[in-house]
């Protein structure tokens, strides 16, 4: 594989980027899902792989992988922060291949940058995946939606 590993910190993702304001206030379930569809056509239509990190409840972590092209979604154990999910795969997957970290959380920024990863600002990861799905939706020539 090429391209990335994309981690996304999920809960920040969606109090960082307006296009999630809404949803996050009417439902943050519907929130989540909205987040995980955007970046899984962003996955889908790139060499890049995306995982989205959010807080959990249960006693064990949960990893949900859908179908390929589809992100990869953690839920953090009750015993650990989604933070420290991120941080923690940042340096075991840095070791592998390249890994870019999109939180606005300063401290999971300057961690994961210390673990050899890019930390990106969630504004530069909007502007990134937006880019690739016009591009996408333009060679396909279908429209936004």
């Known amino acids: 594989m090429d391209g990335q590993l994309l981690i996304v910190d999920g809960h920040n993702a969606l109090m960082g980027l307006k296009r999630f304001a809404q949803a996050l206030w009417d439902n943050p379930a519907d929130a989540r899902e909205q987040l995980v569809d955007w970046l899984s056509r962003y996955q889908s239509s790139s060499d890049d792989a995306v995982v989205v990190v959010f807080d959990g409840k249960g006693n064990d972590r949960n990893v949900y992988s859908g179908d390929e092209g589809e992100a990869m979604v953690i839920y953090a154990s009750s015993q650990e922060t989604a933070d420290a999910v991120v941080e923690q795969l940042a340096a ?21 940058i210390d673990s050899g990863a890019e930390a990106l600002s969630l ?9 690739l799905l016009d591009s996408a939706r333009k060679n396909w020539n279908v429209q936004s939606g």
């Open 123 to 131: 504004e530069a990861m909007e502007m990134r995946v937006e880019l």
């Open 92 to 112: 075991s997957q840095g070791k592998k291949r390249s890994v870019v970290v999109a939180t606005n959380d300063r401290s999971v920024q300057l961690s994961v």
